[in-house]
């Protein structure tokens, strides 16, 4: 159970091929887990199938590695939206097997766990039930990277919208489990399970409303492609081999570049004049970030929320700035909307780091 | 001629609310010049008028306040775009007459001047006489401003572009005369004015498309709506009075925000893990960003131009990020396409810190 | 009161140069009621401020042509998206009053009558009390045209929504105050006082959710800046003077060319395969057409409420094509979105023509 | 050799149920040629995967029916864009060898040839060259289908582009290669070969610029992911088996309803009100139609070359609803774009109809 984590290029959504080589330095046989984390390049609309395509296409690429059974070990997260200065990019992470009766390490270190819930009838999506599948499916992802929950640096959730298909009935019910509401839920799903959120304030009038609740180490995503919750969990070890660690920050909005780099601080490395003097050192970096209620930001309007833009692609434009320029690359996995993972407004970072 | 500098705020782009305050305070009669910088916020595409609509409201009030002779004596720079954490507003610009026998100051402060050319026939736009009535009216604002060739921060330039009406008749020869090539023009002119561009270079094969030549102090706009080119210029003149001094810097990548931290730090202010520390004593900041020849950055691939973003969007987005993070703030003036303005990829600011 | 009806363009929506040509024709003591119903040409999202800029630089062409209080007789009604085959323009609409003495017309003729109800309280907006004022004002302008409710042909509304500004305080209550929950309040406003919808049916619950209900000859538009109901209603009063009438149609869905042709054939014009024969008798089409609940058309999927663009303008375009296709001109006014104004998925279209 | 046609949906791009269930009623060792010409629904920008990820999906499937060998048999044309009242689907033409000693049939019928040419070099696209090596394609493509050149209905074109990558190294010569010119060249190239445009004046000068040239009875396409030209030929041949006929026409301009209608007469439908009255007879409707040089129609102005929307988009949406109100369904094929295909602003259209 060694975790290794490495950035790989994509020319398109549909390539492949720096994925295939990163992988041919490794035996398949001796993956326990494997996951990939992306940013596609799609427009992010509704007519956006950048996504379905890259994953049609890396799932071919890793049957065509590993054989169709290392599909069952693999976990995939695919987030589309590379807006201002990010390059669509993959992380691959990969969890090994090291030899029998190898010894505990002194210090701890990055750990990886997948889990997914049963499937979800249509009517339950956006329900309570909804959110207990998601807090039992962390739970799982817990015990599968055997990290406790203080150990836990991130949860990262996919979890099921109902389908926008013409052809698909909808109850007036379903009508508003849009993509955010299914973010709301998963959020509140996970803080449960990492203890953030107190279970009795999860209740359907709550969900997208009461924005006092919130989880704070989890980062949630929707697919319209799933009927089941994915968990990706993070964590650190103590006793694992490895050479990575894994850092949570907080944003307390779009522009605290203070928090990201607190939190590089925090995973070791140093900062000279506001930036990385050792960028190096940093495997992966992971953002979320969101827009206030009426999308102002200190105070002052913008027009995050309202132009023919997306708000989202608003705020991952900006926070790719001031993260890159902290950086010094564009290589990094940034995605918005953080109801319920966040208070309004603010983020969540995850920086993955070798030890010095 | 003490020239001051003041945001004012717009709640949609035909709001002159907050500006028609802000004028109230000063006496029209004392205005020698009146300048208006303004971030209107719409698609910036081609079907945008909200430039057009922010103008028309703004000459509406200006009259109202100061009558039609005062518009004389004004000048304005209407740019479209507030993407990312931008805030649509304007800083309003105000050189006042000081009573006579006002002795001359000890240092230098801000000055600023203003001049616009003849009217161009529309078979000149995009030709070499462009570039030289553009070098002439720089010249011509520097002399309104009384400042040295030496002592210019910034050459603000508004340039004719050929006009995209339907009804219009035009020659295939002015079909390549687009906005940016018409800034492409434009700058090359400032830099002869400015003695940063050699003038035997600027030849018509060199407009968007040598791109080693550049200005190094000029920011160019470009308007359907003129047949001339407007210059607003801006420098420090020695003993001139008022408590505000402008400094020019650079960014040599979209990322660059040392360049940044370094104009504000030659300005005056203090830099403290990467963030100024008194951020009250900042009354304006400018900046133009552009993209590389392929939109990489640092050598990674980004959707800069290959999306349906178009990439000054992008740009302005990321920007906003790295430049609000540093200042704390949304209002900044932010711009892209640097076009002959630097570098390609590279960009310039300035800032006008009130002295300590 | 004699009513004549026509087109002017412009070159952008600033542009009032062809609207002054047509006004210099008449005499402005002589105008009871001028109303001007313009389609302009911006992108039809939140940063979209064509409609707030033709609209200003219209009520500055007016007055200059008639004085202020010309504007207290004016009617305007702005609608932004000229997708496909449509021309950006105007109608021009004047009422005048003939000479004392003038005998009674033989037949019935265009009538138009103006009103507009008192200012609608924030809390107001989206309640059965903003459907009354709707009603209320219906009524005042069928009185304003001198015309019975079965002569109406057409109630044109302007309803307000709550503003969307970031400053604006907003109770949750107000949050759903949409532009298309506004029109559905309108809609069926203008219903009761046409006698088209049952009154006691008109509750909140059913706004814009019980789709059997809806008016049959009403347009209705929203707009941010108003705070009142605005009508302008068309119909034929009998003994009325002038040489047009108007004439009211239907159509069943996006694709129902017969229901456009069969109402300009109750007009009085002459079709042969499928095309108007004698176009110059049409003075003005209006058109406005829905989609239905799934997008679906005819039982096939579309793209209408699953793309990038907008449904109004997936809508606005393909109609465009269809009336343009009969009538040989671009310039119609085509509008989107009929809740509670017809069937969903169906349309209503107006012809005003000139007598044989 | 006898050609059917059927349509088939598609829930989303990367969907082939249908296709899969239309393709099982046929024995995969019976076909000597298949076809997919199909139309997805991505926003048809740099950053739209729809077209690649439909045509993964398809190829995956057609393998799945009938091995890898099938896939060298097939022919793909994969087009983006279904705006307005268009659903997203394909045509799947298969061509069926009858057992030996069928006797000719007394008339003609539908008859499919494919061919491609050799993979051009780079330096190649875009010149004289590229357009000969069209015309040779087009030449093997009738001999494929066995039919000589005034039986030739409609030459369906696919045509490389250079690579917009970032990381390719583009000479300046190549960087005008863009998606409309090497529609130009391929149509040139398929003029020539049908004899409708004198290959003398095929020069690169002419290319995209000269519009008095123009071939009658090709579409053409392009493709980023090809380096050679593929073509798809539809015929009527003497003698053919199988029940289906093509006829194909002229559009003079966007609005041309008669065009399309003399097309369907031509092809022995029965026009009634200006609407088919046996619509079960059409089995394809294919139509390209382009835009003005000012976007013009009928001599007043549109928006479709001055929005934030692309110029197809503007034009399909239009065409959508021309063409479905006149056959009374949303699946026609429909293309933008005809350069060099028709004169300015027209545009072309071929039916297959089912014989009487």
């Known amino acids: 159970m060694t975790v290794d984590v490495v950035a790989y290029d994509t020319v398109h959504p549909g390539d492949t091929s720096d ?88 210090g701890s270190a990055l750990a990886i766990g997948c889990a997914t819930s049963r499937s979800l009838r249509p009517e339950e999506i956006g329900t309570r039930s909804h959110a207990d599948l998601t807090a039992e499916a962390v739970r799982a992802a817990m015990e599968d990277a055997r990290v406790g929950r203080e150990d836990v640096a991130l949860a990262i959730i996919k979890t099921p919208v109902a389908s926008l298909m013409p052809t698909a009935s909808r109850s007036v019910r379903n009508r508003r489990i849009t993509s955010g509401f299914s973010k709301a839920v998963g959020a509140l799903g996970a803080g449960i399970a990492l203890g953030e959120v107190e279970p009795s304030r999860v209740v359907e009038d709550a969900f997208d409303s009461d924005h006092s609740l919130h989880a704070r ?25 490895g050479g990575l660690t894994i850092e949570t920050g907080f944003l307390v909005d779009l522009l605290d570049a203070g928090g990201i780099r607190r939190t590089l601080a925090g995973a070791g490395c140093t900062l000279a004049d506001g930036v990385v003097a050792n960028p190096e050192r940093v495997a992966a970096m992971l953002l979320k970030v969101g827009a206030s209620a009426n999308g102002a930001v200190r105070g002052n309007r913008t027009t995050i929320k309202s132009s023919h833009i997306d708000m989202d692609k608003h705020v991952r434009a900006a926070v790719s700035g001031i993260v890159g320029s902290i950086l010094g690359t564009t290589k990094s996995f940034i995605s918005a909307n953080t109801v319920h993972q966040a208070p309004p407004g603010g983020g969540i970072c995850a920086c993955i780091v070798r030890k010095g």
């Open 19 to 106: 994925l295939e080589t990163k992988l041919s330095r490794i035996d398949p046989a001796q993956i326990r887990r494997l996951a990939l984390l992306v940013k596609t390049e799609g427009n992010s609309d509704l007519n956006d199938f950048s996504r379905e395509y890259a994953l049609q296409s890396a799932r071919l690429a890793l049957q065509r590695y590993g054989g169709i059974k290392l599909l069952d070990r693999s976990s995939f997260l695919f987030s589309t939206g590379c807006e201002g200065a990010m390059t669509p990019f993959g992380y691959l992470f990969v969890d090994t097997i090291e030899p029998a009766g190898t010894p505990l390490s002194p």
């Open 217 to 241: 180490r989890a980062m949630v995503f929707s697919g319209a492609e799933i009927d089941r919750v994915e968990v990706l969990l993070l964590g650190n070890r103590p006793g694992a081999p």
